[in-house]
């Protein structure tokens, strides 16, 4: 009997709101390690969600929500009306990556799927999408138990596809925002691989960048290698455009911009001996600006052409910049916003375990809900996944800890998932309307 009340202090102490949430605590987290580990036995692709998508869509339909399936391909959406008040959406991803499991743990995935190649490639939610998708469950969970505290409307969403960047662009083109209650606000959170679990961060502006993926095709005039001043050497034009390319960021962005333009891949001929007739390049790009972004792209194109034509590259033979069509926008997190909700994370977990952090070139198409116009107040925060005393050994020179996307990559769930409930329910309380007399 003390053990469970020292239980339910603790987990009030912890932020879990009321009381009667706080009494089921032991079966509530039973129930969500269970949905855990069975959606990290079964990860699948981009837009291939369908059982992922399935489960969440069935785990909202019994606790009360409308939900409506298939939606942008393999997305959901799950929207519970609690009289009138602020509409708050809350997203998570729903998809895996092609990375072979090498965790070790017992509900290791072994699951193989197509990727977009067209090849057959193991399988892992190796970003943490599963703990995403179990604190979204968690929190839906929680705040229906407590909805005579609160009013507006919760949208919940299962999103496809982030890993290609192409998930919320799709579920936004399908109507989102026009066939389901506008939000006031938009919420997501993302597992961290470089913070302790029962912590969470938050950035202020900028959070994520914009990714930009660039193709150039630079032409030729293939011949012998033996006879170089007869032909138009791509190979040559290629390595000086690389060169140039790197000015870009050093010496035409102000210093006080950050950017980043790597070039990732390059091909070109196939024998010692031959030089080609073109070579192709990939590149990504990172800004936080619009601006940024549009100067970057136009000195792309402005590099590539004038060096091709200082080569005397023919005229029906200049090279190509495509733009890939798949863009993710700077995930920016409203300011207000993230102050507020930072000090609602802090009450509920302890001010210890909330951290102010700084922007990461890492992409995330969350960004796109915040961009539609008008644009919505939004906000997405860092998890900590890390075993503490794990992160505490690679702080002292120990074994380096696993990134995301890592075939090694594997969350303290408990704590982390734990966590996340509590402050995204948190969060939600703080945003949806109070009922009158109720006091949060």
């Known amino acids: 009997m003390q053990s469970k009340i020292r239980l339910v202090v603790a987990l009030l102490l912890w932020g879990v709101v009321p009381l009667a949430i ?15 580990f069975q959606l990290h036995r079964d990860p699948e692709l981009s837009f291939k969600e369908e059982r992922t998508a399935a489960r969440i869509a069935d785990e909202l339909s019994a606790l009360g929500f409308e939900v409506m399936r298939h939606f942008g391909g393999t997305g959901v959406v799950a929207v519970l009306p609690n ?12 998809d895996a990556l092609p990375i072979k499991e090498r965790t070790g743990v ?35 969970r929680q705040l229906v138990r407590v909805r005579d505290q609160w009013r507006g409307t919760l949208i919940m969403i299962g999103q496809p596809a982030e890993e290609r960047g192409a998930g919320a662009k799709a579920m936004l083109d399908a109507g989102l925002f026009t066939l389901f209650p506008r939000p006031d606000y938009n919420l997501a959170l993302h597992v961290h691989a470089g913070l302790p679990a029962g912590e969470v961060g938050y950035v202020v502006g900028p959070a994520l960048a914009n990714v930009d993926s660039v193709d150039i095709t630079v032409y030729g005039v293939g011949g012998h290698g033996a006879y170089p001043h007869k032909t138009k050497d791509p190979i040559v034009l290629s390595a000086q455009i690389i060169t140039a390319l790197q000015t870009i960021v050093s010496r ?14 390059i091909h070109g001929g196939h024998k010692h001996n031959i030089i080609p007739d073109e070579v192709q390049m990939q590149l990504t790009l990172r800004s936080y600006t619009a601006e940024v972004r549009a100067q970057m792209i136009a000195a792309i194109k402005r590099i590539v052409k004038n060096l091709a034509v200082a080569a005397d590259i023919p005229a029906d033979k200049m090279p190509k910049v495509v733009l890939n069509d798949v863009y993710t926008p700077v995930v920016y997190n409203d300011p207000v916003l993230a102050r507020r909700l930072a000090a609602v994370f802090a009450a509920r977990v302890g001010a210890n375990n909330v951290k102010k952090m700084q ?7 969350f960004g796109r809900y915040g961009q539609e116009v008008p644009k919505i107040p939004s906000l997405i925060y860092w998890l900590g996944a890390v075993d503490r005393e ?26 982390t998932i734990k966590t996340g409930v509590a402050t995204m329910s948190a969060a939600g309380l703080a945003l949806l309307g109070k009922r009158m007399g109720t006091e949060m």
């Open 106 to 140: 017992p509900y290791a995935s072994t699951a193989i799927g197509m990727s977009i190649d067209g090849k057959e490639k193991p399988v892992m939610h190796a970003c943490g999408h599963d703990v995403h998708m179990t604190v979204l469950v968690g929190t839906a």
């Open 252 to 265: 035409e962005l102000s210093p006080l911009e950050p950017a980043v333009l790597s070039v990732g891949s």
């Open 83 to 94: 009289g009138e008040g602020p509409t708050v959406l809350m997203r998570a991803d729903m």
């Open 22 to 36: 706080a009494q089921s605590a032991s079966d509530e987290s039973a129930y969500l390690e269970a949905l855990y």
């Open 390 to 415: 794990k992160f505490a050994a690679a702080k002292m020179g120990g074994a380096p800890l696993p990134s995301l996307h890592s075939a090694f990559f594997a969350p303290e769930y408990k704590l």
């Open 359 to 365: 922007p990461v070139m890492g992409g995330e198409d």
